[in-house]
């Protein structure tokens, strides 16, 4: 499976972006996706992410009530819309998800870490202007 993740760019703060992640070669559907991101000289972090169980999603603490992730299964698209952003969510953004239903997010115990998931998207740049 591939995953193309896109809707990165330059923002400034207080601003909005939804990010998309198309996937090729599996129904994404059947999948759990998580979105994570790493800025310069720190981790990957897990940010959101919506199971193939019945949908359910989970955020980070650090995001959450600015996040919104979705799904288009018609367009085999999961989403993320971010609001309110800060100059300190400049970040490259990827997409990833869990074949295997192995994650934390597949058994409803949050995002989970980046070893969760299988597969990844290129990452998309965000940046957010003070």
């Known amino acids: 499976v591939q995953l193309q993740a896109s809707g990165g760019g330059l923002v400034h703060a207080g601003g909005s972006l939804r990010l998309s992640c198309v996937a090729s070669g599996r129904t994404l559907s059947s999948s759990t996706v998580g979105w994570f991101r790493q800025a310069p000289g720190k981790e990957r972090e897990g940010i959101a992410c919506i199971n193939s169980n019945d949908d359910s999603t989970f955020y980070a603490d650090s995001m959450k009530g600015r996040l919104l992730i979705s799904r288009d299964n018609v367009k085999n698209t999961v989403y993320l819309q971010m609001n309110s952003l800060k100059p300190e969510d400049t970040a490259v953004y990827y997409c990833?998800?869990?074949?295997?239903?192995?994650?934390?997010?597949?058994?409803?115990?949050?995002?989970?870490?980046?070893?969760?998931?299988?597969?990844w998207g290129q990452g998309t740049l965000v940046t957010v202007s003070s």
């Open positions: 990833a998800a869990d074949s295997r239903g192995m994650s934390r997010c597949f058994i409803r115990r949050g995002v989970g870490p980046h070893d969760d998931y299988d597969y």
